[in-house]
């Protein structure tokens, strides 16, 4: 191989390993920026009769197929607007869908006739907070550090928001 | 020749100038940064809104001891007061009203009638002997749930269907169910028979299906599993902790004497058909589905032969389905067995398909490529089946063009009868719900 040809190789070579080192770079950026913000909380008007749930049955409850907290009082499901943080965090950690699958799911879901009606949507805190309060069995998630008096934060898997093994976030 | 140096000169220019004119084209369009702008420009809403909230903390600190009393919240209503127009405020209490008001809008309100559309239409085209290609449009399906109190809920299903004459109307379901809770729900009326999977998973709706359309034996029309069921059917969840049981069980009218239909004006015998389909989610495996179910009932025939016109009917199933798209995975297997009541005379009928997809994480998710193979065998000696034997590959594709209709496109290799030669066709539909 000639020195000319080695030079060459050497170039690309470097050129590649810039290439790799920038996608790295970014990549870890972006990540960081998706996952940058408090952890999600899950909060439940005031009365609801429930104080701690796992993972799965946070799932479950949002899946609809946990209907009602008992026999007196029917789940009322709350759900940021797309776009909204807490939304994505739902959406990835619980549902395990994207957009288009989560509106699939619901349509399916009334038309199995397994539910009336999907979520509500909430287009800010403050309606949330209105409906949290208004509505008894609502259940809705909020960013930790907007927290308000006057609704029940439930544990998941038995950690607050903030707490090291904490799953919303 | 000057001209021509000139256009090579600034032939890389205006390639560099087109690519980033691309480039920027694409970034205008592009949804992560709608996404990125529509998540700051909320971010900056929640700030503004804590701001106000402060701002009105200091206000109402500032106005004295009266004014320090938190506004009242407003008692829940009962659901079935939610319909209760707003008492009329005064104009200083526009933003409290305004809020209430916004919350009354969500409230739950009865009857809540919600309507949803399914439609598609259809292109085939097969080497069969005697087979006519051309477009033909699908069912029209219109779906009516409606909530009406917050324990009781009322579904519908009716389609519109193409005829060489017409079209005919058919009430698919209309059931009302009472929730107790979760462990509890009664039904009444006409269902899709909960046997298998695909039968109480799909419906009518061609768009909500991976494929284009229904395994055989749960074809709409169809003999080999009753698919429609008039009675009552009791549903709910069994405690069971991370097993996630279900089930639903029924007592209805059974095959009518036209075994293709439930027998909506009546049952033609004084014997009801009883159907059970216990199933479970595993909690730690979210998207496996794994159920059997038993069917009983017995067939009368309106013709009265020297064999006998009265047969006992038993279906067993079992299904496993992966419902996650990255893969999705549906198998499901049925067991028709017939005993003719005169002459003793068994026979059994068995049917499955095994269907695989992928969601493809390319064009945002939009392809989804499958393969389904079904086998359904109906032995020589059967007396209440007509000949339903089949064997078909399908391979195709699903192309989401929005979150709510599709493309597909299938190729399907198949053959009825073993005297029968194999047959090949080609089927396109798009589908959409609205």
């Known amino acids: 191989m000639s020195p000319n040809m080695n030079a060459t190789y050497k170039r690309v070579l470097k050129f590649l390993w810039r290439i790799l080192w920038a996608t790295v770079v970014l990549h870890s950026a972006s990540t960081a920026q998706t996952s940058r913000g408090a952890d999600v909380a899950v909060v439940v008007n005031s009365d609801t009769p429930v104080a701690d749930l796992s993972l799965s049955e946070v799932r479950k409850v949002m899946l609809g197929e946990r209907q009602y907290w008992n026999s007196k009082l029917p789940v009322v499901l709350l759900i940021r607007a797309p776009a909204a943080r807490e939304r994505d965090v739902v959406l990835r950690v619980i549902y395990q869908m994207s957009e288009a699958q989560f509106k699939q799911y619901w349509v399916a879901k009334i038309f199995r006739a397994e539910a009336a009606s999907p979520p509500r949507i909430v287009y800010s805190n403050d309606m949330q907070y209105e409906l949290l309060t208004a509505l008894p069995g609502s259940i809705a998630f909020v960013d930790s550090r907007n927290i308000r008096a006057g609704v029940k934060v439930l544990r998941v898997d038995g950690h607050l928001p903030g707490e090291k093994d904490y799953p919303l976030r | 020749m000057v001209e021509e140096g000139a256009v090579r000169r600034r032939l890389p220019v205006l390639v560099v100038l087109m690519i980033f004119a691309a ?170 028979t909960p046997i298998g999977y695909w039968n109480t998973a799909f419906h009518h709706g061609a768009w909500l299906q991976t494929t284009i359309s229904r395994p055989d034996m749960v074809r709409i029309g169809g003999t080999f599993i009753p698919v429609h069921f008039v009675g009552l059917l009791a549903e709910g969840n069994i405690p069971s902790g991370g097993a996630g049981l279900s ?70 199933a079992a299904h496993i389905v992966w419902t996650k798209e990255t893969p999705e995975f549906l198998a499901e297997f049925a067991n028709v067995n017939h005993k003719n009541i005169l002459t003793n005379a068994i026979t059994n009928n068995q049917a499955y398909y095994v269907q695989v997809g992928y969601r493809l994480p390319w064009l945002e998710k939009t392809l989804k490529p499958y393969y389904r193979f079904e086998h359904t065998h109906t032995p020589l000696s059967e007396q209440l089946f007509t000949n339903q034997d089949l064997v078909q590959s399908i391979v195709g594709m699903r192309y989401d063009i929005t979150n709510y209709a599709s493309f597909k496109g299938e190729y399907r290799n198949f053959k009825r009868l073993p005297t029968d030669p194999r047959a090949n066709g080609a089927f396109f539909q798009t589908d959409f719900t609205f």
Not at chain 2, 67 to 95: I, T
Not at chain 2, 251 to 270: E, L, T, Y
């Open chain 2, 23 to 192: 480039g920027a084209a694409r970034a205008q369009t592009a949804p992560p940064d709608q996404t990125e702008q529509i998540r700051i420009l909320l971010e900056r809403v929640q700030q503004l809104e804590k701001r106000v909230a402060e701002l009105e903390t200091k206000t109402s600190a500032a106005a004295g001891p009266a004014a320090e009393a938190p506004a009242p919240v407003p008692a829940a209503p009962k659901p079935e007061m939610a319909e209760a127009a707003p008492s009329p405020g005064p104009v200083h209490q526009h933003e409290p009203t305004e809020s209430q008001t916004t919350t009354r809008q969500l409230e739950a309100r009865y009857p809540s009638l919600q309507i949803r559309g399914f439609g598609d239409v259809n292109f085939s085209t097969t080497d069969q002997r005697g087979a006519i290609s051309g477009f033909n449009l699908g069912q029209l399906d219109l779906h009516l749930a409606s909530a009406l109190s917050h324990k009781v809920t009322y579904f519908g299903e009716l389609t519109f269907n193409a005829q060489p004459t017409g079209y005919t109307v058919e009430v698919e379901r209309s059931i009302i169910r009472y929730d107790y809770n979760d462990f509890f729900k009664i039904s009444f009326g006409r269902y899709h």
């Open chain 2, 247 to 316: 089930y639903n069980a029924g007592v209805g009218n059974g095959r009518g004497s036209i075994i293709s239909r439930p027998g909506d004006a009546g049952d033609n015998n004084n014997n009801r058909a009883w159907v059970a389909n216990l199933y479970s989610r595993p909690t730690k495996l979210y998207g496996l589905q794994m159920g059997v179910s038993v069917y009983r009932d017995k067939i009368t025939l309106p013709v009265v032969n020297p064999a006998g016109n009265e047969f006992r009917e038993w279906i067993s």
